[in-house]
Each structure stands twice: as structure tokens, then as C-alpha cells.
């Protein structure tokens, strides 16, 4: 005989599944529901536990538990090969400037016609050649990171070094501090590692820092993962005074650091590299996939010295070299300074693009930075995100509910929307549709 909770939770499983109870439909509270059931408050909490992990319901502090839209693609729009062509993308960031393909063409023809070609086609340093590893370092100093070529590892793209990170520094079962909102990517390496997130709160200007101390003294945490230039998806920017207390934390309590800089070029003049706060305990993990391409899948992870090691081992387990070819065509983009012009160009393209963000997006709350490629959009009280969601990508438009972004138990009432991924005009349309499509769930 089935257990009376496995009863009520099939009761409700059938009625989301056949449509009885409609996405966005508030469920009793646990206390009516034990009423109603005349079960145990403990047996009404286990049926909705149940349902949420079973993906059909989402409780929501403060407002109740609501049934889901059970239609929408796996992972809230955030599985990128769910995206047709003919949607508009504001789920992921690819920004590209018009002139980027030509820059490629020259590159590869000046690179067939000049140097040993036929050294990049064999086996590399596992962390990459000297002098590549020189390049990176110099340019790694624009953005006020001392570094020597030996401490520079050469890896595919930031996810790839968060990856050797994970791989090389952490072992199963470790607890590591993260943002109570932070990149999906490094939630999926924890998962896949095996590794228990904390979640640290925080607001708009960045961490809670009181919080995360206290943290470290209720649990035993072997690290701390953080964006503080340009935070995905909040877009802050840490100061000086907080970057030297979260360093004093993780030297009181003897944590790593891997520090995420993906989109920190689209910040002018930052404080330095937590890098450069706590050098003996961080490793700091960049790329070219947004100041570049998404295509060119090179990245930098720069480490002190003892760690270089156990960080080379995991590059050569999951990809023994980087492409030579691609690290070529960046490091001579370093040198002649088209980098520095991408870079550039593209901090003025997301300052335009969050102008006009915030024109159409007028009266509605949100956060952002002024050069960052992405807006956090708080919804008004009557509108359910993930009904939302479904109802914008009936209308071609893909974005993200809070869910892939959150680490704790209380997932924001929010979408998140990539801004770097169409054009100007698409984007003015796509930021219509969404504000039209806000104050049609609130009429409803």
C-alpha cells in the first residue's frame, strides 16, 4: 500500500500533468493542506518537497507555492540547442562587432604566409608556449595583474579553467562559498564534481561579507568562488574595501579563491584582480570568449606557483593543449592591439545597449551595470517568471527565469536578460515585447 503522502502527491502530479491545475495556480498553504488532507504539517511540507523536486511546483517565500509551467525547455530556456534560429536570443551572450569575420581573415592569412606553421600542429606545453604565455601575462597587466609567464596556464576558454580549477584543487564532497546568485556554469561544475554550495547573501553593491564571515565560522569551507568585476548576473562591481575583507576572510579561514574575470574588460579602471589582494590563494580565470568570440575558445588561468602542478595535470587530462592555432591568432591580436580595440568597442556597445534597455524598461525595476552585457529584472508580485517565460518564447523571445542563477532555497521573484546577442533593432523589439508582455500578466 502506498504511503498516504505518495497518495496526495500523485493526486497533484495528475492534475498539473492532464492541465486540471493550470501553470501559476497558488496551491493551499501546508498548514491548510494538512487540514484539508488531515494529515501531519510534516506530511503536507514532504508532499510539496516532493512535487518541487519533481520540478512540477516552485514554493516562493513570502507568496505560497505555485504550480509551474511544466512546457518550457529544459532548464528554463537556458539549454543554448533549444534556441530556434528565428527566436531572439536574450538567454546567452555572444557579442560581436561587424568587422570581426574581415580581422579573422587577416589573421589567418598573415598567419599562413608567415612564421613555422607547421609547429602548431603538434603537441603543446600542456599550459601552453613560452612566449604565448609571455603575451598573456603582458596583457594581463592592463588589467593591473602582476603575473610572470610561468604563473599563467593557457586553457579553452574560462569554463574550461574553471573546470581545471575544480578538477585540480577540489576533492568530492568539499564546501564552497558562492553568491547566492552566481554563474550557472559554475553551479553545473559542482554538480558534476560533487561539490556542496553555500550560498553568501548579498544586494546590488555585492556579497554580504558579515554573513560570509559567519559562514566560515558555522561550516568548514574549503573555498570561495566570486565575480567581483562585473558580477553575472547582478553586475557589480566590488571596491577596494570589500576586496581586502574577503581576502582577510579567506586568510582567517584558510580558503581558496578562484576568481571569475570573464566580463571584467567591459569595466573601466576597477579596483585590481582579487589576484592581487590574496596572490598565495587565488586563482584567477579569464578568457576571449566575450572581449573576442565565443568561437575562439582560449582562456588564461593564472596560479601561484605550488598549485601550477596539480592545475597542468587537469588540463592534460581534459584537453593535454589548447588549440595552437586560435592561442596564435589572440596573442597576435595582443600585440598589435586589436584586442584592445575589440575591448573597447564592445564597452561602448553594452553602455548603448543598457541605455536603450533602460528607456524601453521604464518604471520597471532592475539591476545592472552601465557597461555590463546583461540586466536583472525584478517582477512585480502578480506576474509568475516562469509563465512568463513560456508566454515570451511563444513569441520568439528567449530568456531566463532566476531558477539557474540561484544557490539557495529562495529563488528571486526575477528574469535575467542577455543583451549581447542581437542587433539594436532586435533588441528594442525583444525589450517591447517583454515590457508588453509584464503588464499583460498583471492585467490578467
Known amino acids: 500500500m502506498k504511503a498516504r503522502y505518495k497518495v496526495i502527491v500523485d493526486e497533484f502530479a495528475s492534475a498539473i500533468q492532464t492541465g486540471a491545475l493550470l501553470p501559476g495556480t497558488r496551491l493551499p ?8 488532507k488531515h494529515v501531519s504539517l510534516a506530511t503536507a511540507t514532504r508532499v510539496y518537497a516532493e512535487l518541487e523536486a519533481m520540478g512540477l511546483v516552485s514554493g516562493e517565500t513570502g ?22 534560429s528565428d527566436v531572439l536570443d536574450l538567454n546567452f551572450n555572444y557579442p560581436s562587432l561587424p568587422d570581426q569575420a574581415e580581422r579573422l581573415r587577416e589573421a589567418m592569412r598573415q598567419l599562413a604566409t608567415s612564421g613555422d606553421l607547421a609547429s602548431l600542429l603538434r603537441y603543446q606545453p600542456h599550459a601552453g608556449r613560452q612566449s604565448d604565455r609571455e603575451t598573456i601575462a603582458l596583457w594581463l597587466s592592463n588589467s593591473g595583474l602582476t603575473a610572470s609567464a610561468d604563473e599563467v596556464l ?30 550557472p556554469g559554475f553551479k553545473a561544475l559542482a554538480t558534476l564534481y ?19 564571515r559567519q559562514i566560515c565560522q558555522r561550516r568548514r569551507l574549503r573555498a570561495v568562488y566570486t565575480m567581483p568585476t562585473l558580477h553575472n548576473p547582478l553586475g557589480w562591481v566590488m571596491n577596494d574595501a570589500q576586496r581586502r575583507e574577503l581576502a582577510r576572510i579567506a586568510r582567517t579561514f584558510d580558503l581558496l579563491i578562484i576568481e571569475d574575470a570573464a566580463y571584467a574588460f567591459l569595466v573601466r579602471r576597477p579596483p585590481p584582480p582579487l589576484a592581487t589582494y590574496a596572490p598565495e590563494r587565488t586563482v584567477y580565470v579569464t578568457g576571449f570568449a566575450k572581449s573576442v568570440a565565443t568561437g575562439l575558445r582560449v582562456g ?56 536603450l534597455a533602460r528607456k524601453i524598461l521604464v518604471n520597471c525595476e532592475w539591476v545592472s551595470h552601465d557597461n555590463s552585457y546583461f540586466i536583472w529584472l525584478s517582477l512585480p508580485q502578480e506576474v509568475r517568471a516562469d509563465r512568463l517565460v513560456h508566454r515570451l518564447m511563444q513569441q520568439h523571445i528567449s530568456v531566463s527565469t532566476a531558477e539557474p542563477f540561484s544557490t539557495s532555497n529562495c529563488v528571486p521573484h526575477a528574469i535575467r ?12 523589439e525583444a525589450l517591447a515585447k517583454i515590457k508588453e508582455a509584464i503588464e499583460y500578466e498583471i492585467d490578467l
Not at 579553452?156 to 580549477?165: C, E, P, R, T
Request: net charge neutral; with cysteine.
Open 29 to 36: 498553504t501546508h498548514r491548510a493542506l494538512s487540514a484539508e
Open 63 to 84: 507568496r505560497g507555492t505555485f504550480v509551474r509551467e511544466i512546457s518550457l525547455p529544459a532548464g528554463l530556456g537556458l539549454d543554448q540547442h533549444a534556441v530556434a
Open 154 to 183: 593557457i586553457v579553452n576558454g574560462a569554463q574550461h579553467g574553471l573546470s581545471v580549477a575544480v578538477m585540480g584543487l577540489l576533492k568530492p564532497g568539499d564546501v564552497v562559498a558562492v553568491d547566492a546568485l552566481t554563474y
Open 194 to 212: 560533487h561539490l556542496e554550495l553555500v550560498a553568501i547573501p548579498a544586494d546590488a553593491s555585492g556579497p554580504d561579507l558579515t554573513a560570509f
Open 300 to 355: 588564461a588561468v593564472v596560479c601561484p606557483a605550488e598549485m601550477r602542478i596539480a592545475l597542468e595535470r587537469a588540463i592534460r587530462a581534459t584537453t593535454w593543449n589548447t588549440p595552437s592555432l586560435m592561442v596564435s591568432i589572440v596573442c597576435d591580436w595582443i600585440k598589435d592591439g586589436t584586442l584592445k580595440r575589440f575591448e573597447a568597442l564592445k564597452r561602448r556597445d553594452a553602455r548603448h545597449r543598457q541605455a
Open 417 to 428: 536578460l542577455a543583451l549581447g546577442s542581437v542587433t539594436m533593432n532586435q533588441l528594442s
